[in-house]
């Protein structure tokens, strides 16, 4: 089964600490090494992006950024086993926040990709 | 039990059940299995060994965590529960002084405390070459392919034995036995933990991707029941597959096996129709191929043949490719897919390949090419009981406009074959003109 993780957060007055980054890279390697990691980007911040709505019959495109309290930071794509598989997975990209970039807070929101184990 | 050191025990989710901490239990000791059974084999030197040891750590969290809250480091948790059991049952056994002198280290009691660490930190670096070990040594040559299976899917994957029962179509205690078996064989045999000489590393990678190749296709085409997919073992093939390349990025039919399966698994959701019949590749609708498998299908099959030639998983994979490469089935080049073939049947001959040979040049050279080659094959009074082999002869002579001859012929793949979806689809060919 499939999951997406996405991560969400306050956008941060500083870069992420070089430490963060070397353990999630470090995390993502042993993650794809173990088959469970598909694939993952980090994103821009929505003013690099635009919005496409459709309100009343009407479609519009509004360019960014956004008025969110909080960004999309990034997103993984996961094959696991079970669900509590994709948990360990994205607490463990979760903890690498928590323990390296102090008064950090996000969050990260796991979705199932529909699958034919749904049906 | 004594706890590891420096372990810090934090009820973090206090509201989860204990049947849900069980789940969680054995979601971090599905992720960890290999690296764990393989650093205790490391230690202990017997396989069979280490994965009693790794399922006494399994049972310990499962008793602790409920009550204790689920650590929060729960892999490593795993990790050096473990190898304090190894341990702690070296420390019992005889040998226990040898092997402090194989550290080098002296086996003054004061010191003991530090060797141990020593045995532990030795063990830190080969993670990768000792999951490679395990997989060699789960697929070694005295084992039945059973067994092979078995072992590597309890070992590797970390699956139950009632997972693996259920996956197998067989029961619990089956399994149970066939493990057991095994583990008495390896030691029986004194299989070593360690990697294949230089000069057997060829044949006994080729039993490793067999191995897996072949959980991936009892997941993927049932050879008897009601399933016509077991999508379970084809994703858990594909992880082994994963892992496999990562562990020997050099070797081309590792990549070219990931291919195909990665290649083989896109088509899984067009591979039945809303009332779960089975679709024929040619008849599927592509935009339900899922994108993200076949990307990374043709992403490995490039890195195969950057590496340098194709072998047989590489061929197949380049096959399989063809098709994800059309757009429509009527863009399929068949001219290629023959070809590629061609080669597959110089490279590794066989029946079962020479007729798909057959199909390839039916399709890129017309009908009567193809039923040629079919009919060779039947001249020689190969593969006996093959319900595709009719099933092909019947598709050709249909195209021929041999319209009773086909149906006689669709009759016979369905009384041969045992999946049941699979005799309905070639009954219904029979029946309908």
Sequence with gaps: MRYVMLLEAAQPATPPPAELMA??????EEATAAGALLDNAGLLPSAAGAKITVTGGALSVTDGPFAETKEMISYALYETRTREEAVEWASRFMKLHRDLW???EGECRLLKIMGPEDF | MRLPPGTAIRCEN????????GRVVEAVYRIESGRIIAALARIVGDVGLAEDLAQDALLIALEQWPLRGVPDDPGPWLMATAKHRAIDLLRRQENYRRKLATVGRDVELA????????IVDALDDHIGDDLLRLIFTACHPALSTESQVALTLRMLGGLRTDEIARAF???EATVSQRILRAKKTLAKERVRFELPPASEVPARLAAVLGTVYLIFNEGYSA?????????ALCEEALRLGRVLCGLLPAEAEVHGLAALMELQASRVGARTDAEGRPVLLLDQDRRRWDRLLV???LAALRRAEELGTLGPYGLQAAIAAEHARARTAAETDWGRIAALYGVLAYVAPSAVVELNRAVAVGMADGPAAGLAIVDGLVAKGELPGYPHLP????????RLGRGQEARAEFARAAELTRNEVERELFSRRATTP
């Design chain 2, 111 to 118: 010191e003991r405390e530090s060797a141990e660490a020593g």
């Design chain 1, 102 to 104: 102090p008064a950090w």
């Design chain 1, 23 to 28: 353990a999630i890279m470090k995390l993502g």
């Design chain 2, 391 to 398: 099933a092909a002869r019947g598709e050709l002579l249909e």
């Design chain 2, 14 to 21: 206090p509201g989860v059940s204990g049947a849900d901490v």
């Design chain 2, 295 to 297: 990307r990374r299908g």
């Design chain 2, 169 to 171: 179509l067989t029961t």
């Design chain 2, 223 to 231: 050879t008897a029941g009601d399933g016509w997919a077991r999508p």
